[in-house]
């Protein structure tokens, strides 16, 4: 299985800084990745997708870059929406596997 | 818009199977990838499987002995079996479509998914 490993796990920041998270793959994955966000009690919700595609609705604070095997996931101008936990997620290879999450707190 | 919703028994006694059911509604598409997906505080996020269109499935090998994936397109649902249970299956299970762009249907990242439902194994 491809093992992918997010940094850092926690994260503290402010309102209007901007945020990067990084998502490592145990082997190349090409551009085959997803981010998603997640809140307390909710499901995932999908951010983006294949090759820097933004899910309709996600605003465009979000962007992510890379290929290969390390990715970022960047938020411009973080929100008082955007508190919550990040995964991602890669479908080059099955299983489809997950990082284990980067919770973005309060600082 | 797809609206995906979980249902089935909370609780499942050691050594059972574990039964879910996902209701579809908004998307009567036969090209969409429907799969379930766990969440566990110890593994995290963890893929189970999926089921295509005239019951093409593909599973986790982690899995695969114990679990059946089945779809039932004339009530919009599509199920989980998960047979031999353990503590370990206690978690979170969602149903979730493969993501789907521009009309065509996708088997990797997932668009629109369910609530959710905690299953618990215990007995």
């Known amino acids: 299985d491809i093992q992918m490993t997010q940094s850092p796990s926690t994260l503290s920041a402010s309102v209007g800084d901007r945020v990067t998270i990084t998502c490592r793959a145990s082997q190349s994955i090409s551009g085959w990745l997803a981010w998603y966000q997640q809140k307390p009690g909710k499901a995932p919700k999908l951010l983006i997708y294949?090759?820097?595609s933004l899910e309709s609705g996600v605003p465009s604070r979000f962007s992510d870059s890379g290929s290969g095997t390390e990715f970022t996931l960047t938020i411009s101008s973080l929100q008082p929406d955007d508190f919550a936990t990040y995964y991602c997620?890669?479908?080059?290879?099955?299983?489809?596997?997950f990082g284990q999450g980067t919770k973005v707190e309060i600082k | 818009q797809v609206q995906l919703q979980e249902s089935g028994p909370g609780l499942v006694k050691p050594s059972g199977t574990l039964s879910l059911t996902c209701s579809v509604s908004g998307d009567s598409s036969s090209s969409s990838y429907w799969t379930w997906i766990r969440q566990t505080p110890g593994k995290g996020l963890e893929w189970i499987g999926y089921?295509?269109?005239?019951?093409?499935?593909n599973y986790n090998p982690s899995l695969k002995s114990r679990v059946t994936i089945s779809i039932d397109t004339s009530k919009n649902q599509f199920s989980l079996n998960l047979s031999s249970v353990t503590a370990a299956d206690t978690a979170v299970y969602y149903c979730a479509r493969g993501g789907c762009d521009k009309n065509t249907c996708y088997n990797g990242w997932f668009d629109s998914w369910g609530q959710g439902t905690l299953v618990t194994v215990s007995s």
């Open positions: 294949k090759a820097s």
């Open positions: 997620q890669q479908y080059n290879s099955y299983p489809w596997t």
């Open positions: 089921v295509y269109h005239r019951g093409i499935t």
